[in-house]
């Protein structure tokens, strides 16, 4: 499975913004999709995740993000989308998508249990 993440760029606190994941290979529908962040100095960190069709779909969100942002998927278009509003200078990272397959539930927000990644797009918002 190959990720390309795109949609970065610079806001203003209190804008949005929309992270895409496009993917390529087959089964997406199969695969656990997630969203991770890098600020600077810090370590990775888990933002969002969607489980695979057979899982429900379900979403889970870390703390700091929940209720500013949204994930979602599109299985006919092999993509995943990240909705961002209500930025904050804190949010400023380099996003990741990820993807993962038999991931039980205690362990969607671990970096480790997802083997794809993408590449990262910088997300910068200004106060």
């Known amino acids: 499975v190959q990720l390309q993440a795109s949609g970065g760029g610079l806001v203003q606190a209190g804008g949005s913004l929309r992270l895409s994941c496009a993917t390529s290979g087959r089964a997406f529908s199969s695969y656990t999709m997630g969203w991770f962040r890098q600020a600077p100095g810090k370590e990775r960190e888990f933002v969002a995740t969607i489980r695979n069709r057979n899982s429900g779909g379900n979403t889970y969100y870390s703390d700091s993000v929940k209720g500013r942002f949204t994930i979602s998927r599109d299985n006919a278009k092999n993509t995943v989308t990240l909705q961002m509003n209500s930025l904050k200078p804190e949010d400023t990272a380099v996003y990741y998508c990820?993807?993962?397959?038999?991931?039980?539930?205690?362990?969607?927000?671990?970096?480790?249990?997802?083997?794809?990644w993408g590449q990262g797009t910088l997300v910068t918002v200004s106060s």
């Open positions: 990820a993807a993962g397959s038999g991931l039980i539930l205690s362990s969607v927000r671990s970096e480790t249990q997802y083997p794809y």
